[in-house]
């Protein structure tokens, strides 16, 4: 088997074209949204031959003040895509992707694999172990009013239909004014003691504003006051209620009629589903993913895979975090060197 590899920086090469259709991928695998997210911090690891294709994209990021680095996203489903006609291509594919890794000092690997491509079942039987760790809600997006609504539980009907009398949506696109969604997520952030990794800075925002995947959508009332507000992506695979704020005390039904409205806006696009995302915690009995589950019962999953490229060095970290902290040898956490 005569593979070719390529190794870019901020960009994918010309040649992956010829292989994938990347409005048949995930939005989080398009050049535009990875510039949006990381800047030019992200790097494309691609392995083809003439029938084949193996594309993966990642961030690294440096262990402390180590040379060493791991990659772990924590926004969107950007694992690897696999087209290939035998399991022999997949796990050489995995052992040249892992080699190099070695070489450039990335010790190991969290992969967020894709709940609509469900691309982690190739690589069941690689060096992946891959496992569902977060029941995800995914809507069904129609462009008709009334079989949107039907999509939805009778409680959300009933307050989306309370919702209209009052309330409306504007759909702001590129470029739009941030500041207002910027200081209501920040906002929203402080109330909910949120991890730092999600206090993401203003520029980021700025950047959301003038790409072309990325939606504003607002809630607002008479007054125009803002009550509901949300980032969308739009992609044909699937569009993404990306990240959202509300305003406090929430209002009944501001945010079912965001939602909705989101839906029959990315039907109206040709995109079928908007993924609502998870719970804030893994547990079935979240409140949040209870919420989302009124917008579709049916069950999905965040599959996320394993990868260690040096075993000699990750057993090192994390016997080392183990020797200061004993209670996280029994811990399910994969870096657990992250905990110090």
């Not at 390529?6 to 292989?19: K, L, R």
């Not at 029941?135 to 239909?161: G, H, P, Y």
């Not at 970290?317 to 209670?327: A, D, W």
């Amino acid at each position: 088997m005569s593979l070719k590899i390529i190794h870019t920086y901020a960009d994918y090469p010309e040649i992956v074209n010829e292989y994938v259709d990347f409005n048949n991928l995930d939005a989080f695998q398009s050049r535009e949204v990875l510039n949006v997210i990381y800047g030019d911090n992200w790097e494309s690891f691609i392995i083809l031959d003439d029938k084949n294709v193996f594309i993966h994209t990642f961030s690294r990021n440096r262990i402390n003040n180590s040379e060493y680095f791991d990659i772990e996203p924590f926004l969107g489903y950007s694992g690897p895509i696999v087209i290939a006609e035998n399991e022999e291509f997949i796990n050489t594919a995995i052992e040249s992707y892992s080699a190099f890794c070695k070489k450039e000092m990335i010790i190991a690997e969290v992969l967020r694999f894709n709940p609509i491509l469900k691309n982690h079942i190739c690589f069941e039987k690689s060096s992946i172990k891959i496992s569902p760790v977060k029941e995800i809600v995914v809507a069904n997006c129609k462009s008709n009013r009334d079989l949107q609504l039907n999509e939805f539980s009778k409680s959300r009907k009933r307050d989306i239909k309370t919702a209209f009398r009052s309330l409306k949506v504007e759909i702001c696109h590129s470029p739009f004014n941030y500041k207002e969604f910027y200081k209501l997520y920040i906002d929203n952030l402080n109330r909910n003691n949120a991890k730092k990794e999600w206090y993401f800075p203003e520029s980021f925002f700025l950047n959301i504003s003038k790409n072309k995947f990325f939606y504003l959508f607002k809630v607002v009332d008479q007054n125009n006051r803002i009550h509901s507000a949300s980032i969308f992506i739009l992609h044909s695979l699937c569009s993404y209620y990306f990240l959202a704020a509300n305003n406090y005390p929430g209002l009944s039904g501001a945010n079912d009629l965001l939602i909705f409205e989101m839906c029959k806006f990315a039907a109206g696009k040709g995109s079928d589903k908007l993924v609502l995302g998870g719970g804030n915690t893994s547990r079935s009995d979240d409140p949040l993913l209870l919420y989302k589950k009124k917008f579709n019962s049916e069950n999905n999953f965040l599959y996320l895979g394993k990868l260690v490229h040096n075993n000699k060095v990750f057993e090192s970290f994390c016997n080392n975090i183990i020797t200061q902290r004993p209670e996280l040898a029994t811990s399910n956490y994969f870096l657990k060197y992250r905990l110090l």
